[in-house]
C-alpha cells in the first residue's frame, strides 16, 4: 500500500498503519501482543494495557492544565480581593458606632478636703476629666509609649490587627499592636473579649470614629478608660493612686511611668513589682521619653534632666476610716436634699441612687486645723476618761459634733463616732436621740417673735416672772394640763425668765410654751431648721427628736442675727451635669432683736449657770460665750449647744447599746439589744452624765483650740434685755425704795452684769443644781419626723438601731 493510500485509510479511521506494512514492525506488535520484549529490551506485560495507562496519565495532565489555567488563577485572585472589599464596604456600613458601654462611663465620687482627696467612692474608681486637666508633656508620653503614629494615622494598624487575629486564632492570647483609637474604641464602646468578632468590630468601629472624632477627643477617652493597676481607670484616679495629686499636678517624669503602666499595669505597679518587672517598668519609662526626643517633643537637654519618681504605696480602706465615713454620709444627705429639691420628682432612694452613679467630685468645708482641735478634745476630755473593762456602760457611751461658722454657714468640724469602719451610725447626724433643754431657747424666742404674753397679759421677756416649783400644774388648752418635774424635785418659787434659763427650770418653760401657743412654738423651730414634731406640751422640754446638726442650724441662726443658717459639708459638689454650690445663709426668719435677745440671755447660763463650766478654769477670759446645756430623761443623752461671735459647735452624748447589748439594760428595765437607748448613769466613773459634764467640757477644749487659744471678739447685739447687756453694777448704795418688778431671787443677774469669771453660786455638777432633765410627765406623745433624705422611717429601724 503505498503512502497516500495509507493516509487516507487514517482519515477513515481504519486502514493498517503503514508502520504495520514492515516485517519488524508486525514483529514487534505480535511481540507485545505475546508480553514479549519491545524494541527498547523491556518486556511488555500487553499493549492494551499500555495504552490504557498511557491514555489515564494523558487525560490527568489534560485536566488539571484544563482547571489550573493561568488566566483561572488570577481570575479566581482577583475576585477573592473584590469580594473581600465588597465585605469591607459592607461591613463599614454594617456596622455602626455603639452607645458607650456602662463600665466605661462608671464613676465613682471623689471627696476633697483643701483640696486633697480624702476619699474615692463607688465600684468603679474613675474620675473623668477634660483634656486641659491634663498637662501636654503627660499627653505626649503617652502617645510617645504607645502609638508614635496616632495624629497621622487613620485609627487602625491593619498589619497590627492581622497580627492579633492570628494569634487569636492560634490560641496565642492577648497580643499587641492596636492604635490608641482602637484601644480607646475597644474600652469605650466594647468589651475586653479576645474572639475575632471583636477584633473585627473594633477595625470597622475605630476607622469610623476616626473619621467622626477629633484626635484630642480621641485621646481624652482613652486616657478616661484605661487601667492603670490598683485598682482605678482614668488618668485622674490613677494620680491619685500612685502620686496622690491630681492629673493636673503631673511632673513630665511621673507622667511617663504612668505611661508605662499603660502597657502592664500590674507587672509595673512598684508596690507588687518584682525586680524584673520594676526594670522593666523603668525601660518603658525611657522608651516613652526617648521617643518623645524622637519626635520632636523633648530637646536632648530635656530627656537627660528626667529622674525616676517611684511612686508612692497603696492606701487602704479607700478613705471611709476614722471620721471620712461621717463626713460623706453628711454630703451625700446633703447632696441628695439639694436634688430632690430641683426636682421634686426624685424620691429619697432616687435621689441617692443619682449619686451613687458616680461622677461627683465633692469638696467638703472641713477645716483641718479645727477638725483635729475636735478629735483631740473629744479624746482628751472623754475617751481618756471611759474604760469599758472596768464599767460596763462606758461601751455604750457614743459622742458627736458639730461645728458651723455662723458667718458663712461652713461645717468647719463634725465628729460622727470613734471610726467609720466600727461604728457606722453618725452621731452628728443621728436625730432618734432628744435635744432635751438646748429647746428652751426657741420657746423664748417664740414668745418674743409673736409678741406673746402671760396670764397676767404681760409681754413675755428675761424679766417676766414664772412659778418655778416643780410640779406646778399646767394648762394646755384641750383639756391638756401638764405638771413637769425640776431635776432633783427642787422648787424655785416665783422667778425671772433669764434666771430660769441659766438654771434650766422646766415648770417655766412649759408654763411659757402654754402662753405661746405650742402651734406657734413649732412654726418658730421650724423655721429656725428645726424637724416637724407634734405640737403639744411635752415637746416643751425638747422631747422631739433631733440631731447635733439640726441644733447646730438652730443656734447658728441665733449667732447670725436671726438670718436662717443651714449648715453645709459642701463647699462644692462638680458633676457634667450640673454644679450644686450651696447657699447655707438665708433670709430672716427671726427678728434681730429677737436672735440679739436669745444670745444675751444665753450668756447667763455660760456666765453663772449650767454652762458655766465652758468659761472657768483654763478657758477664763479667753473668749465670750454664749450657750445652753440640755439633759434627757432617765440620763439617755447630755448636750451642750453654745457659740462665740465666730464659731457654733453642738456636742451630744448618747447611750447606746453595744453588740450584744453589753449586759445593759434600757429605760424600762429590760434587758438591751444592740442598738437600743441605755441609761448612762456611771459612765466616765460619774453618778450620772450631764449637759454640763462631758458635752461642756469637750466644747470648751474644743473652742479653745479652734480658736488658736482665744479671741476678743464680742457679741455685737442689738438689744437691751437679757443678762448679755445689762447695765454695769451702780458703785451707789443701794435705794431703799424697791423697784417696780422685784427679782424675788437673789441671784438674778439681770440688772448686773457678769463677771468675767464669776464665782459659781453651786456646784455645777451638783445633781440639785444641774439643769433639769425630762421628768415624768402627764403627756407621752410621739415623735413624729419629717421625711428626710437620710432616712425613710422612724427613730430606730427594725432591729431596734437607731438610724441616721
Avoid: C
Avoid at 46 to 56: E, L
Avoid at 266 to 276: C, K, L, R
Avoid at 505 to 510: I, K, L, T, Y
Avoid at 745 to 771: F, H, K, L, Y
Amino acid at each position: 500500500m503505498g503512502r497516500a493510500e495509507e493516509r487516507r485509510a487514517r482519515q477513515r479511521g481504519g486502514g493498517v498503519r503503514r508502520a504495520e506494512t514492515s516485517p519488524s514492525a508486525g514483529a514487534r506488535r505480535m511481540g507485545h501482543d505475546r508480553g514479549g520484549y519491545d524494541d527498547r529490551g523491556s518486556y511488555g506485560g500487553g499493549g492494551r494495557a499500555d495504552r490504557r495507562r498511557s491514555a489515564s496519565r494523558h487525560d490527568d495532565r489534560s485536566l488539571l492544565r484544563r482547571i489550573f489555567t493561568w488566566k483561572k488563577i488570577l481570575g479566581t485572585f482577583f475576585g477573592f480581593i473584590l469580594l473581600g472589599m465588597a465585605a469591607a464596604v459592607g461591613l463599614y456600613w454594617y456596622v455602626d458606632i455603639p452607645t458607650a458601654n456602662i463600665d466605661a462611663t462608671q464613676q465613682s465620687n471623689v471627696y476633697k478636703v483643701n483640696g486633697k482627696t480624702i476619699a474615692n467612692v463607688g465600684e468603679t474608681k474613675r474620675e473623668i476629666i477634660g483634656l486641659d486637666k491634663i498637662p501636654e508633656n503627660v499627653r505626649q508620653a503617652v502617645v510617645a509609649a504607645e502609638n508614635k503614629t496616632f495624629y497621622k494615622d487613620p485609627g487602625v494598624d491593619i498589619k497590627g490587627t492581622t497580627r492579633g487575629v492570628l494569634n487569636t486564632l492560634m490560641g496565642k492570647g492577648k497580643q499587641g499592636g492596636s492604635t490608641i483609637t482602637q484601644q480607646y474604641v475597644k474600652n469605650y464602646y466594647l468589651s475586653q473579649e479576645q474572639t475575632v468578632s471583636r477584633k473585627v468590630q473594633e477595625l470597622v468601629i475605630a476607622l469610623k470614629v476616626d473619621r467622626q472624632v477629633s484626635k484630642d477627643e480621641i485621646l481624652a477617652g482613652y486616657l478616661n478608660t484605661s487601667y492603670f493597676g490598683r485598682g482605678v481607670y482614668g488618668i485622674q484616679a490613677a494620680a491619685q493612686a500612685y502620686y496622690e495629686k491630681d492629673a493636673q499636678d503631673l511632673t513630665l517624669s511621673e507622667g511617663a511611668y504612668l505611661a508605662a503602666l499603660l502597657q502592664a499595669p500590674n507587672q509595673y505597679d512598684f508596690a507588687i513589682a518584682s525586680e524584673t518587672g520594676k526594670k522593666l517598668a523603668k525601660q518603658r519609662w525611657a522608651y516613652a521619653l526617648d521617643n518623645m526626643v524622637e519626635m520632636g517633643w523633648l530637646t536632648p537637654q530635656e530627656r537627660a534632666d528626667q529622674k525616676f519618681v517611684d511612686p508612692k504605696k497603696p492606701k487602704q480602706a479607700a478613705g471611709l476610716e476614722g471620721q471620712n465615713g461621717y463626713f460623706i454620709q453628711a454630703a451625700k444627705n446633703e447632696l441628695a436634699r439639694h436634688l430632690m429639691k430641683e426636682d421634686d420628682t426624685l424620691s429619697v432612694d432616687q435621689a441617692y441612687a443619682t449619686i451613687d452613679q458616680g461622677g461627683w467630685t465633692i469638696d467638703l468645708n472641713i477645716d483641718p486645723k479645727k477638725q483635729k482641735a475636735l478629735e483631740k478634745a473629744v479624746d482628751q476630755e472623754l475617751t481618756s476618761e471611759l474604760d469599758p473593762k472596768t464599767r460596763k456602760v462606758d461601751a455604750a457611751v457614743q459622742a458627736g459634733a458639730v461645728s458651723v461658722d455662723p458667718k458663712t454657714g461652713k461645717i468647719v468640724a463634725m465628729y460622727g463616732g470613734e471610726d467609720y469602719l466600727k461604728h457606722t451610725t453618725s452621731n452628728a447626724l443621728r436625730y432618734d436621740y432628744q435635744p432635751g433643754s438646748t429647746f428652751k431657747p426657741v420657746i423664748l424666742a417664740s414668745a418674743l417673735e409673736n409678741e406673746a404674753v402671760n396670764e397676767d397679759d404681760e409681754p413675755i421677756t428675761p424679766k417676766t416672772i414664772y412659778n418655778g416649783d416643780s410640779e406646778t400644774k399646767i394648762e394646755f388648752g384641750n383639756g391638756q394640763t401638764y405638771a413637769p418635774p425640776n431635776e432633783g424635785d427642787d422648787d424655785f418659787g416665783p422667778i425671772t425668765v433669764q434666771r430660769g434659763m441659766d438654771k434650766s427650770v422646766n415648770s417655766v418653760f412649759a408654763a411659757m410654751g402654754a402662753d405661746v401657743g405650742m402651734d406657734k412654738v413649732k412654726e418658730t423651730a421650724s423655721d429656725l431648721g428645726m424637724r416637724d414634731f407634734e405640737p403639744v406640751a411635752a415637746m416643751t422640754l425638747g422631747s422631739m427628736g433631733a440631731s447635733p446638726l439640726d441644733m447646730a442650724g438652730v443656734y447658728a441662726t441665733f449667732d447670725a442675727h436671726g438670718k436662717k443658717v443651714t449648715p453645709s459639708i459642701i463647699k462644692k459638689a462638680t458633676h457634667k451635669d450640673g454644679d450644686y454650690v450651696p447657699e447655707p445663709i438665708g433670709d430672716e426668719v427671726i427678728s434681730r432683736q429677737t436672735a440679739d435677745t436669745i444670745t444675751s440671755v444665753l450668756q447667763g447660763v455660760t456666765n453663772d449657770g449650767t454652762g458655766a463650766a465652758v468659761l472657768r478654769g483654763p478657758y477664763a477670759g479667753k473668749y465670750k460665750a454664749a450657750g445652753k446645756t440640755g439633759t434627757t430623761d432617765a440620763n439617755v443623752s447630755a448636750l451642750f449647744a453654745g457659740y462665740t461671735p465666730e464659731l457654733v459647735t453642738v456636742v451630744g452624748l448618747y447611750g447606746e447599746a453595744p453588740e450584744g447589748g453589753g449586759g445593759l439594760k434600757t429605760p424600762e428595765g429590760k434587758k438591751a439589744k444592740a442598738g437600743n437607748h441605755v441609761p448612762l448613769y456611771g459612765a466616765g466613773g460619774r453618778p450620772t452624765t450631764h449637759g454640763s459634764g462631758f458635752p461642756s467640757e469637750i466644747w470648751a477644749a474644743y473652742t479653745l483650740g479652734a480658736l488658736n487659744g482665744g479671741s476678743d471678739a464680742r457679741f455685737e447685739l442689738d438689744t437691751d434685755m437679757g443678762v448679755g447687756v445689762a447695765p454695769p453694777p451702780s458703785t451707789e448704795a443701794p435705794e431703799t425704795e424697791a423697784p417696780e418688778t422685784e427679782d424675788p431671787d437673789p441671784q438674778d443677774p439681770t440688772e448686773a452684769p457678769p463677771a468675767t469669771t464669776p464665782p459659781p453660786t453651786t456646784d455645777p455638777t451638783d445633781p440639785g443644781t444641774e439643769e433639769p432633765t425630762d421628768g415624768p410627765t402627764t403627756i407621752q406623745p410621739p415623735i413624729t419626723l419629717d421625711p428626710d433624705p437620710d432616712d425613710s422611717g422612724g427613730a430606730e429601724n427594725g432591729n431596734g438601731k437607731p438610724r441616721t
